[in-house]
């Protein structure tokens, strides 16, 4: 059990069904909606007191709609909890850079390749360095590219299809990101030039903490008529990239919390957190916002698609083959805010759902569902922890009518970055990874301690949630054997 | 408390720290401290290059969430681990808060410094500035990492 969780979490919540737990509108006072925790009772145990004050607290926020949400991997954060969703409606709600975060498009992709676990596995840690070495990692790592003033404007305003357009890619890659990768309401003139000095020497880094790109195979297929059209089958290998927005990012969140600080008490708005800091959705500083944010987002998607290109570059060279079959399956954002069509009480409204460690999980038929998935859902992309399995699920209409269209986005944190320093020994878990076959190649050993697989929750646990309650449906198991950390 | 400079607090996700001063100037250097200690040990690095900072904020929240995202800047994009920092005064003057004070520190060489977390950002969560009963300052922060 993780230091602060709850004892009596079921006196406190109320039992909807086995996998729905909601927090009453009188546990605080201001709430307009009352909370909704999706736990398993074993997912519970481990929820802490902090998660249920933070659920409640953006329950209080003006213009919710439904509930306040915690997915199945719910930590507490810093003003919205970690695994949140909440949407607010457009002419009434509000918009929160807290309930982005800070890492703006923090988000997950998935290349696939036609070669076998078997083929890949004897020469893995020759792999695993060199995509290391080709793919810069942690704390201080720059880009391979210079990129010029205006090549920043246009990553910030077309993301992935600028990248895709500098050679850095193919047309289908676009057509397989969330957005097509970019949104089109971004605009850099919204980007502060601190955020644009952050932002330039990183393009095509992976960062550090929890972002990593690993080397997968399939390891078992739930749905084979799904993972047939997603191309994916047993013994298959895949590369995942988890990462983001790397510091421009952090600054636009950074500059607009202040920024949305002062319009708080403009608009005369009580907030029971300052990380909360809001601002009407569609007043000129949550506009900007939204704008700066959506460039921050664009960001992203260009600093994966700029990854991809050299993940292949390192395969064909290392395989010496260019028939990899390496082609994007999808690529999904777990931190962002999006203006979205969503039926609240029959009635169809315009709502900004911010996702925070949560993914977008639409259904079938759904017109933003790129239309070699769209008879099955979009592909719904959650990455495990370092040694733990990941999983690809897909969309169904439940989450419409019950998560606004989202599933959760990971395990989830159970013990801090801290304590899992005390608790293991970066090198001890590196040698017991690498009898399990999983070979894990860091800046040094703390930082594989701090993502140890101990830290998190089973992310199968989290996974069967929300396979259960039927908001995404799993698809395959992927096994990391390679795992590459900044 | 005598003689502490800051001390790390648990939190799931994230750093959280609390530092103190006999002045208000030394719990900011002090939080600073605690702030790049987060990241790398700082005690045995030589400050060799310095940067003026001056700050102006409409609340001493306000001012200090500054004071270290302006740090976190010049770490990132001058490439510069803090380890000394010098605060002259933290003034109130027509409702603002402002300070002036220095940074100095040692050029990133990734040969020779391993980081163990990168500090992305200073949050308002649970931030707190306070003087306790014997007139000592105390500080708390949370970050994200």
């Not at chain 1, 790397?246 to 608009?267: E, F, N, V």
């Not at chain 1, 209409?397 to 986005?409: E, I, Q, R, V, Y």
């Not at chain 2, 300070?99 to 990168?118: C, E, M, N, R, W």
Request: with cysteine.
């Amino acid at each position: 059990m993780a230091d602060g969780s709850i004892k009596d979490a079921a006196s406190i919540l109320t039992k909807v069904n086995d996998y729905t737990w909601d927090i009453p509108m009188d546990y605080k006072p201001g709430m307009r909606v009352p909370g909704r925790i999706f736990v398993s009772s074993k997912l519970l145990e481990s929820l802490e007191h902090d998660t249920l004050t933070q659920v409640s607290n953006v329950a209080t926020l003006p213009g919710i709609q439904k509930f306040a949400m915690a997915m199945p991997d719910a930590h507490s954060g810093y003003g919205f909890p970690i695994g949140g969703v909440a949407a607010f409606d457009r002419d009434t709600g509000i918009i929160s850079p807290g309930g982005v975060g800070y890492d703006i498009n923090c988000g997950v992709r998935i290349i696939k390749t036609n070669l076998t676990v078997d083929e890949v596995r004897p020469g893995m840690k020759e792999l695993i360095e060199l995509l290391f070495h080709e793919i810069p990692s942690g704390v201080g790592s720059k880009s391979k590219i210079r990129a010029s003033d205006s090549e920043l404007t246009d990553a910030f305003l077309h993301g992935a299809k600028w990248a895709v357009e500098s050679g850095y890619g193919v047309k289908e890659d676009v057509e397989h990101c969330e957005e097509n990768g970019y949104m089109k309401i971004a605009d850099p003139g919204k980007v502060s030039e601190k955020a644009r000095k952050r932002g330039k020497p990183q393009f095509g880094t992976l960062g550090s903490g929890n972002h990593f790109l690993e080397v997968q195979y399939v390891d078992e297929v739930y749905d084979p008529e799904v993972a047939e059209v997603f191309g994916l089958h047993k013994g298959q290998v895949t590369v995942m990239i988890h990462c983001g927005s790397r510091g421009a990012g952090h600054q636009i969140c950074d500059d607009y919390l202040k920024i949305l600080d002062r319009a708080t008490h403009k608009y005369g708005i009580q907030l029971p957190d300052r990380q909360l800091a809001c601002a009407p959705a569609e007043s000129t500083e949550g506009q900007n916002y939204y704008k700066a944010m959506a460039a921050g987002a664009n960001y992203a998607w260009a600093n994966r698609q700029v990854i991809t290109h050299w993940v292949r570059e390192a395969f064909t060279r290392f395989f010496r083959r260019d028939d990899l079959g390496m082609d994007l399956i999808y690529d999904v954002a777990h931190n962002v805010a999006k203006l979205e069509e969503h039926t609240i009480d029959t009635e169809k409204k315009m709502v900004y759902v911010h996702r925070k460690g949560a993914t977008r999980a639409f259904p079938p038929g759904h017109p933003d569902v790129p239309l070699i998935y769209r008879k099955l859902g979009q592909p719904v992309l959650i990455p495990g922890s370092m040694g733990t399995p990941s999983f690809v699920l897909h969309g169904t209409p439940k989450a419409m009518d019950l998560t606004f269209g989202s599933a959760c986005h990971g395990s989830g944190r159970v013990s801090s970055r801290g304590a899992a320093k005390r608790e293991f020994h970066g090198e001890t878990i590196q040698k017991e990874l690498a009898v399990r076959g999983i070979c894990v190649r860091a800046t040094h050993p703390s930082i594989i301690a701090e993502e140890a697989p101990g830290v998190y929750k089973p992310s199968e646990e989290v996974v069967d949630v929300v396979h259960q309650l039927g908001i995404a449906r799993k698809v395959v198991k992927l096994m990391p054997i390679g795992v590459t950390k900044g | 408390m005598a003689g502490k400079k800051y001390e790390y607090l648990y939190h799931i996700a994230d750093a959280k720290f609390r530092a103190f001063g006999a002045t208000l100037e030394e719990a900011f250097e002090n939080a600073a401290l605690a702030l790049f200690n987060a990241m790398i040990d700082t005690s045995k690095l030589k400050a060799l290059e310095e940067r003026k900072i001056e700050i102006t904020s409409p609340d001493i929240k306000m001012l200090l969430v500054e004071w270290l995202s302006e740090l976190l800047y010049l770490f990132e994009v001058d490439g510069i681990i803090f380890s000394e920092f010098r605060i002259d005064k933290i003034e109130k003057k027509g409702g603002k808060f402002s300070l002036k004070g220095k940074a100095s520190g040692v050029p990133i060489d990734l040969l020779y410094h391993k980081f163990d977390t990168q500090v992305k950002a200073v949050t308002f969560h649970e931030l707190e500035v306070e003087q306790d009963k014997t007139g000592e300052f105390w500080i708390q922060v949370v970050v994200d990492t």
